[in-house]
């Protein structure tokens, strides 16, 4: 299971946005990645391998952790930043968390 | 370039069924495994399952769909099919495939369609 927090993050532009994704138990940081979901849009890769950029992804987002903790942080919010988050582990299942909403 | 599309999708009967195509280009297909994932109206996304190359011959299924869902592939059309069946209101979602990218050893969802919209209703 994927625990993420909080559920909706209300910042300004230019701000920081630390998101949470907890495991239930511990995972390898290969496997968990993070998602951005626009509304009406795919779902789009920006972590992988828990702090791997892919193509094209902003260096402000940047990802971390292990074991169990796993963190998305955001360093300067952009207007196009505001947008849902997803974590998501590839184990036996794949799984993902339940979203963290950031927020104006 | 991958692309991926899916189609197929539409308003269905309870208790009916409906099979979704995800065509998939760009890259050697018959490599390619390829998941599928859902998102019913105002919530998260949920795992569906996955089909990974004929040569392996592994599909795995989430387990609100097992034995209701199969998953097939078809790699002269480049193409992965989602056949569901036995459908209930709790199935309508917007149904996505993705690229499975097995890249350096990490696993994860690289590439998504754009999605199509399953409606089970009466």
């Known amino acids: 299971v994927l625990t993420q927090s909080p559920g909706t993050l209300s910042l300004s532009p230019g701000e920081r946005a630390t998101l949470s994704c907890r495991t239930s138990?511990?995972?390898?940081?290969?496997?968990l990645a993070w998602y951005q979901q626009t509304p009406g849009q795919a779902p789009r890769l920006l972590i992988y391998?828990?702090?791997i950029r892919d193509t094209g992804i902003p260096d402000r987002f940047s990802g971390s952790g292990s074991g169990t903790d796993f963190t998305l942080t955001i360093s300067r919010l952009e207007r196009e930043d505001f947008a849902v988050y997803y974590c998501?582990?590839?184990?036996?299942?794949?799984?993902f968390g339940g979203g963290t909403k950031v927020d104006i | 370039e991958l692309q991926i599309e899916e189609s197929g999708g539409g308003l269905v009967k309870p208790g009916g069924s409906l099979r979704l195509s995800c065509a998939v280009s760009?890259?050697?297909?018959?490599?390619?495994?390829v998941s599928w994932v859902r998102q019913a109206p105002g919530k998260g996304l949920e795992w569906v399952g996955l089909?990974?190359?004929?040569?392996?011959?592994?599909?795995d299924y989430g387990a609100p769909v097992e034995g209701r869902f199969t998953i097939s592939r078809d790699d002269s059309k480049n193409t992965v099919f989602l056949h569901m069946n036995s459908l209930t209101s709790e199935d309508t979602a917007v149904y996505y495939c993705?690229?499975?990218?097995?890249?350096?050893?990490?696993?994860?969802?690289?590439?998504w369609g754009q999605g199509t919209l399953v409606v089970v209703s009466s």
């Open positions: 138990q511990s995972v390898s940081s290969s496997f």
């Open positions: 391998g828990t702090s």
């Open positions: 760009g890259l050697t297909f018959s490599d390619a495994w």
């Open positions: 998501h582990h590839y184990g036996d299942s794949l799984t």
């Open positions: 993705a690229h499975v990218n097995t890249l350096s050893g990490s696993y994860f969802l690289g590439q």
């Open positions: 089909i990974k190359r004929q040569a392996d011959g592994t599909v």
